[in-house]
């Protein structure tokens, strides 16, 4: 329990200090950013504490989420509440987006860029079945999906470089791939997990990152949409981050660290060592 509680303060520590600098970037946004062209006109100067900070923040989280810890006797199931409001996201993100492709054909970018939102869009629906599978218990189905996860994060990557409605020095849209490639690695060491790897370095590092960098742009945006008005295509497709960052918060209070007796570089050679004797069985979602 006093592990538990531990993971729990340093979830409400990066979830604060993101909402905090998301808050700091609002005002810089509230002040450079040009809706009309939707450029960030902010000087090298301007950003650099904000950047210095969130660099410092997202370390900062990263070396405490590796620290060792002593494992507990008490297994503790995943709560299937929030794989039901991931998905129930993810799969808002999709109908919403899908609705502003049908009745407002976008007129920006190439034919790359709809085909690759379109992708985004179906990558979301399939996250979606695979949190919605993972809440009715039926993991076999879910991991049919699993794959999605990192695909819709490619996708949206690669759909916001190809937006002409963005330009490619705007410092939002840096932020946005910066926390679209840590969900990215994050769900990829999700999916390595269903493979039968039991803990990941890279999970806990690349939770600690999206976590930082994630509630920083949500917030930010969230705000400027909540006092500019309007809904854009791109503002449905982040809508999934949110669902995103519910579940890697939540993952981070549940997930298994190494313990006081192992480094991480052992328990990444003790995971490949079982892996290959458990015959590819998955483990199942709990921490030891």
Same mark, same amino acid.
């Given at each position: 329990m006093k592990n538990r509680t531990m993971l729990l303060i340093y979830v409400i520590w990066t979830v604060l200090l993101g909402a905090g600098e998301g808050i700091w970037l609002y005002t810089l946004m509230d002040k450079y950013y040009d809706a009309s062209t939707n450029a960030f006109n902010a000087s090298n100067s301007a950003l650099l504490p904000f950047k210095i900070f969130l660099a410092f923040s997202v370390a900062?989280?990263?070396?405490?989420?590796?620290?060792?810890?002593? #494992? %507990? #006797?008490? #297994?503790?199931k995943f709560p299937k509440a929030i794989y039901t409001v991931t998905a129930a996201i993810f799969a808002f993100s999709g109908v919403a987006s899908a609705v502003l492709m049908l009745t407002n054909r976008p007129s920006a970018g190439s034919?790359?860029?709809i085909v690759l939102t379109w992708l985004c869009i179906f990558a979301a629906f399939a996250s979606a079945a695979h949190f919605c599978f993972k809440a009715l218990g039926k993991n076999d189905r879910a991991e049919y999906f699993s794959l999605s996860l990192p695909l819709w994060a490619i996708f949206a990557i690669a759909s916001s470089y190809f937006n002409s409605d963005f330009t490619y020095t705007n410092f939002i849209r840096t932020l946005l791939s910066l926390v679209l490639a840590a969900v990215l690695l994050f769900f990829l060491a999700y999916v390595r997990e269903l493979l039968g790897k039991k803990y990941s370095v890279l999970k806990a590092l690349s939770s600690a990152a999206a976590l930082i960098l994630g509630i920083s742009y949500i917030t930010a945006r969230l705000i400027y949409v909540l006092k500019n008005g309007g809904f854009l295509l791109s503002d449905a497709l982040e809508a999934?981050?949110?669902?995103?960052?519910?579940?890697? /918060?939540? *993952?981070?209070?549940?997930?298994?660290?190494? %313990? %006081? /007796?192992? %480094?991480? /570089?052992?328990?990444?050679?003790?995971?490949?060592? *079982?892996?290959?004797? #458990?015959?590819?069985? *998955?483990?199942?979602?709990?921490?030891?």
């Open positions: 900062l989280a990263a070396v405490i989420a590796v620290l060792p810890r002593k #494992s %507990t #006797s008490k #297994s503790v034919r790359i860029f999934a981050l949110i669902g995103a960052m519910i579940f890697i /918060a939540v *993952s981070a209070i549940y997930e298994k660290k190494p %313990t %006081t /007796a192992e %480094t991480p /570089a052992e328990i990444i050679e003790n995971d490949d060592a *079982s892996a290959s004797e #458990s015959d590819g069985k *998955s483990p199942e979602q709990t921490e030891e």
